[in-house]
């Protein structure tokens, strides 16, 4: 089982990885075309706004209501009815957040209002904020359908086409910022269309592989189904549950969008740091366990439930505590590295490293959510999840509150990460009260060797990584080339320490 799920995790990263070097590449020709200026500030506004709502609409609080109920009709029930459950929920989808993406387009002023406030004393930030999120915001609609292909293509057991659609959005930006953004005199315009067209173009991709699989019905509004409202049941109360995180960085760009110029796109660009390990280990790793989940909890196979999750569990402490610690002491250097360029100041690496070292403090805790939430939503438990999230976002408020002002933007980068550490422990704690979740034996022994293999690697990294004046006078390539063996120096000593404590992959793959 644990094998299984090692290969497929495996395929997602893989796949998740090509996507991800892509949005890295992506990123680094932003940052040397619009640099954190104003422009910028709007952009990343105008491009994060839709994309919160895909947390809620696609990857998060609906792929957490809808794959438990598919893989509970595709393993108890005939095709036909879960090829009309697939159809009543596109069809209802669709019509619902085709209905937002209208009334955003139409009302983008307004919308600005709701989630940049602090826009409103400078007029050509909301201005520009309004036109570009009327060309963006349809995201929504094709990222959703493409969210809900994806979900069907995943409990089949097709990983690798969802985990690559993202690469076609990744493709139309850098093309856009490359090609058709420097023709322009407001060049954001180029990039919000690239957003829309890559939207498309994701969705179109997985159509054939969803025709192939039988699966490609006529989408019908199905309000009234009863799968659409056990769905619905489950997800309403899901939008607080596993996007709190996600709630949590839109609060911090609505708090962002007072302070000076600069700060949104300074988490930006540290968020999507972040992002990278984040997206290939951990939400591969979650995208592999609820399928999962859901399918040993409609056998009732208990056992191999907890050991799922004891196995999702072990490889996000496996993979994100030395990721965290290599992203918090190599901030610096990243940013220089990759970003410092163009438009793209020494002072505001200097700024995007301080919200990489907050956020990175955060890494295993994103991690652990990604894993934990999925062991209730599997069991079609979604009133424990918002309780805690509800909690979560509160205690990220009260910490915005108390860390802004001493920090300014690191503060809510800071508060981010304490909120995200507060979920994480109360999801753990609620699976183990609920008698859910028991830890498998051999976890102190697997916790001391990755403390002692960390140690080296800290170790490693820092006696190698050049002074901060050194990194300066680097050419791009020698910038690349010893950033590369800094990287690798911390992965070799990390996996060689681990060796020689004993550590194999079978400890990892079979979750003893």
């Known amino acids: 089982m644990a094998k299984g799920l090692f290969r497929s995790s495996a395929i997602v990263s893989v796949a998740t990885m090509a996507s991800r070097v892509l949005g890295l590449v992506r990123d680094v020709i932003l940052a040397n075309l619009i640099g954190a200026g104003l422009n910028a500030d709007v952009y990343y506004f105008a491009q994060k706004i839709p994309n919160f709502l895909r947390r809620l609409f696609a990857e998060g609080a609906f792929a957490q209501a809808f794959v438990p109920v598919l893989s509970e009709y595709y393993t108890q029930q005939d095709i036909g009815n879960t090829q009309r459950l697939i159809a009543s929920v596109a069809g209802t989808l669709g019509l619902i957040t085709f209905g937002i993406s209208l009334f955003a387009v139409l009302f983008s002023p307004l919308v600005v209002v709701l989630f940049g406030a602090g826009f409103i004393d400078e007029p050509p930030k909301a201005e520009l904020a309004g036109w570009l999120l009327k060309i963006t915001f349809p995201y929504l609609f094709f990222i959703s359908l493409t969210a809900l292909s994806g979900s069907v293509l995943n409990t089949l057991g097709q990983f690798s086409v969802p985990a690559l659609s993202p690469v076609f959005l990744n493709i139309c930006i850098i093309t856009s910022a490359l090609f058709v953004a420097p023709q322009l005199d407001e060049p954001t315009f180029a990039l919000a269309w690239a957003i829309f067209v890559g939207g498309l173009l994701q969705l179109l991709f997985q159509l054939p592989f969803l025709l192939a699989k039988g699966m490609l019905g006529r989408p019908r509004w199905g309000w009234s189904d009863p799968g659409v409202q056990r769905i619905l049941k489950l997800m309403l109360p899901a939008l607080f549950g596993v996007s709190v995180s996600q709630i949590n960085l839109l609060l911090d760009t609505q708090i962002a969008s007072f302070l000076e110029t600069g700060s949104i796109s300074w988490l930006y660009y540290a968020d999507r740091l972040l992002e990278f390990p984040l997206g290939v280990f951990g939400i591969a790793i979650a995208t592999v366990i609820l399928p999962a989940l859901s399918k040993q909890i409609s056998t009732e196979n208990t056992e191999h439930y907890q050991r799922t999750l004891d196995w999702g569990l072990r490889m996000v402490c496996l993979i994100g505590i030395p990721s965290a ?56 438990d979604t009133k424990t999840p918002v309780k805690i999230g509800v909690y979560a976002m509160i205690a990220n408020m009260v910490f915005n509150l108390i860390l802004v002002f001493p920090f300014k933007h690191v503060g809510l980068a800071m508060a981010t990460t304490l909120s995200a550490a507060l979920n994480a422990w109360l999801l753990y704690h609620g699976l183990r009260k609920a008698g859910f979740y028991s830890p498998q034996s051999g976890w102190l022994l697997f916790a001391g060797r990755i403390i002692v293999a960390c140690v080296v690697l800290v170790w490693i990294v820092h006696y190698f990584s050049p002074q901060r004046d050194v990194w300066l006078a680097y050419a791009v390539y020698e910038r690349v080339v010893k950033l590369f063996m800094l990287v690798g120096a911390g992965v070799v000593s990390y996996g060689a320490v681990l060796l020689l404590l004993g550590l194999r992959s079978r400890h990892f793959r079979s979750a003893h």
């Open 325 to 380: 610690i290599g992203l918090m002491i190599l901030a610096e250097p990243l940013l220089i590295t990759l970003f410092q360029y163009g438009q793209f100041s020494g002072d505001d690496t200097l700024k995007s490293s301080y919200s990489l070292m907050a956020y990175g403090a955060g890494l295993i805790f994103f991690m652990y959510i990604k894993v934990l939430a999925p062991g209730f939503f599997s069991r079609q």
